[in-house]
Each structure stands twice: as structure tokens, then as C-alpha cells.
């Protein structure tokens, strides 16, 4: 568990270094937070999987069964986040111009994803459970938990704040 903790604490900073905040910061397009969001990804696409397979201790036969159960989740997973990705840029794209009507969409969208997210998750339990032990297949899930939970933070500290127009 130690180098699960030394790699994520060495992926966060590869994040810090690769992204500057820009919660405050205005931006006329977002092509800046759109920029520092691909870069962020393609980061933790790179090293995901390396981190996996370094915490999980799979023997050669988990690991001939595991790895293309994990691919099928991630290409399924990839999906909803994609869409999370494309909602965060069109709210960096409008967020001067942002109507009411507008931010209630972008919300109940982004909690949509989230949930689209969680239900995908959920539906893979049992599917690498068939395929790894139980706490082997528990392990997984809070490693990737914690993953996506990096890049998520990320993500919204990356978002400039709503400006409210009086």
C-alpha cells in the first residue's frame, strides 16, 4: 500500500506540475482549462494502468483474465467521462455569458454523468469479481476511485467559478 500512496502522491504532482489553477482566472474561449484537461487525462491514462498492475499483485492467470475486463471498463467508462469533459468545456466556454436556464442545465448534466459514472462502476463489480478475488477485485475499485478522485478534484479547481452578474 505504501507504493500505491508513493505513486499517487507522484501522479498528483506530475498533475500540479503539468496544470496551473485557474479557478479565479477568467479565460475568453477556455482553450487554456480545454489544453490543461487534455493534458491532465492523457497523464493519468499514461500511468493508470502502470499503477494498477504495480498494487495489485495479479498472478499470471488473474492477470490473463483481469486485463481485458479492464479494458472493456475503461473503453465503457471513458464514455460518461468523456461527456463530463465536454460539459466542464462548454461551461469554461460560456461561463461570462452563462444564463440562468443555462447553469441549472449544466448542473443537472454534470450530476447526470456522475451518476451515469457511479452506475457503470457499479455494474463491473461483479464482472471482475468472476474474473479476480473479491478483496483483489475490492482493491481495484479504490484504487481507481482514488485515480479518477485526483483527476476529478482536478477538474473543478481547474473550473473558473460562476461570475454573478448583478
Do not use: C, H
Given at each position: ?6 505513486i499517487?502522491?507522484?501522479?498528483s504532482?506530475?498533475?500540479?506540475a503539468?496544470?496551473t489553477?485557474?479557478?479565479?482566472r477568467?479565460?475568453?474561449?477556455g482553450?487554456e482549462?480545454?489544453?490543461d ?6 497523464d493519468?491514462?499514461?500511468?493508470k494502468?502502470?499503477?494498477?498492475a504495480?498494487?495489485?499483485s ?8 483481469f486485463?481485458?475486463v ?32 443555462e447553469?441549472?442545465?449544466?448542473m443537472?448534466r454534470?450530476g447526470?454523468?456522475?451518476?451515469e459514472?457511479a ?13 479476480i478475488?473479491?478483496k483483489?477485485?475490492a482493491?481495484?475499485?479504490q ?17 473558473p467559478l460562476l461570475?454573478?452578474?448583478?
Amino acid at each position: 500500500m505504501k507504493t500505491l500512496f508513493s505513486i499517487v502522491v507522484l501522479l498528483s504532482a506530475l498533475i500540479a506540475a503539468n496544470v496551473t489553477a485557474v479557478a479565479q482566472r477568467e479565460t475568453a474561449t477556455g482553450v487554456e482549462v480545454e489544453r490543461d484537461l487534455a493534458l491532465l487525462r492523457r497523464d493519468l491514462r499514461s500511468e493508470k494502468k502502470k499503477i494498477i498492475a504495480l498494487n495489485m499483485s495479479l498472478t499470471e492467470t488473474e492477470a490473463t483474465k483481469f486485463w481485458p475486463v479492464y479494458d472493456q471498463y475503461i473503453a465503457d467508462i471513458t464514455k460518461p467521462y468523456d461527456q463530463f469533459y465536454g460539459a466542464v468545456k462548454d461551461f469554461v466556454a460560456k461561463q461570462k455569458t452563462m444564463t440562468d436556464a443555462e447553469a441549472s442545465a449544466f448542473m443537472k448534466r454534470w450530476g447526470q454523468l456522475l451518476v451515469e459514472i457511479a452506475q457503470t462502476r457499479q455494474r463491473y463489480i461483479p464482472i471482475i469479481e468472476k474474473v479476480i478475488p473479491t478483496k483483489k477485485s475490492a482493491m481495484f475499485f479504490q484504487i481507481d476511485r482514488r485515480l479518477y478522485s485526483l483527476l476529478e478534484l482536478q477538474v473543478v479547481t481547474e473550473m473558473p467559478l460562476l461570475i454573478q452578474q448583478p
